[in-house]
T-cell receptor, first 115, second 114 residues
Framework: EADIYQTPRYLVIGTGKKITLECSQTMGHDKMYWYQQDPGMELHLIHYSYGVNSTEKGDLSSESTVSRIRTEHFPLTLESARPSHTSQYLC??????????????FGPGTRLLVL | KNQVEQSPQSLIILEGKNCTLQCNYTVSPFSNLRWYKQDTGRGPVSLTIMTFSENTKSNGRYTATLDADTKQSSLHITASQLSDSASYICVVSDRGSTLGRLYFGRGTQLTVWP
């Protein structure tokens, strides 16, 4: 079982609200990722970080922002939630091995519903 | 275009039976292929990883195969259990993990009935 945590697990919120999804890992991993997953669809990378103070946008355009002030913490923020943001958000982390078999460990996810 | 296609989209089998899930990919250059298991409401968990030179890899009742020439992989589950009910996701990396990106399939939703 991976030591990566996400809170809240479920969130129902009204349009226009600001929300922050929390992600923490206790494995000392340098890399962290945020994915968005809709039911029956593939995961899409929206943000990633290779270390403290390093953040990059992923393949899927997202109105969310992230920060990496501490190694273990990688929160995702939506300044103004909209119904189109309704989805499952998965956080992951990995440790740089320099090889090809680096494994990403996933958190349990946050299911977000914007009304 | 780099893609990962999985079949079937969903599958229902009886407890104790075997099943095989398929994954076809067009990702190039290929680095490795992983199978993940995702329980409902949980994050994916890695089952196996295979590099270019590996044809078969087992993890308990799960056996993955890879044919890099035809760009196909399969995941065989033996003697299925109720706890095998989950989505199985095929993920292909196009280069070394430090530089490459991951391509995800949509998964096969497996349901095991008693």
């Amino acid at each position: 079982e991976a030591d990566i945590y996400q809170t809240p697990r479920y969130l129902v919120i009204g349009t226009g609200k600001k929300i922050t999804l929390e992600c923490s890992q206790t494995m000392g991993h340098d890399k962290m990722y945020w994915y968005q997953q809709d039911p029956g669809m593939e995961l899409h990378l929206i943000h990633y970080s290779y270390g403290v103070n390093s953040t990059e946008k992923g393949d899927l355009s997202s109105e969310s922002t992230v920060s990496r002030i501490r190694t273990e913490h990688f929160p995702l923020t939506l300044e103004s939630a909209r119904p189109s943001h309704t989805s499952q958000y998965l956080c992951a982390s990995s440790y740089s091995t320099g090889g090809t078999e680096e494994t990403q460990y996933f958190g349990p996810g946050t299911r977000l519903l914007v009304l | 275009k780099n893609q990962v296609e999985q079949s079937p989209q969903s599958l229902i089998i009886l407890e104790g039976k075997n099943c095989t899930l398929q994954c076809n990919y067009t990702v190039s250059p290929f680095s490795n292929l992983r199978w993940y298991k995702q329980d409902t409401g949980r994050g994916p968990v890695s089952l196996t990883i295979m590099t270019f030179s590996e044809n078969t890899k087992s993890n308990g009742r799960y056996t993955a195969t890879l044919d890099a020439d035809t760009k196909q992989s399969s995941l065989h589950i033996t003697a299925s259990q109720l706890s095998d009910s989950a989505s199985y996701i095929c993920v292909v990396s196009d280069r070394g993990s430090t530089l490459g990106r991951l391509y995800f399939g949509r998964g096969t939703q497996l349901t095991v009935w008693p």
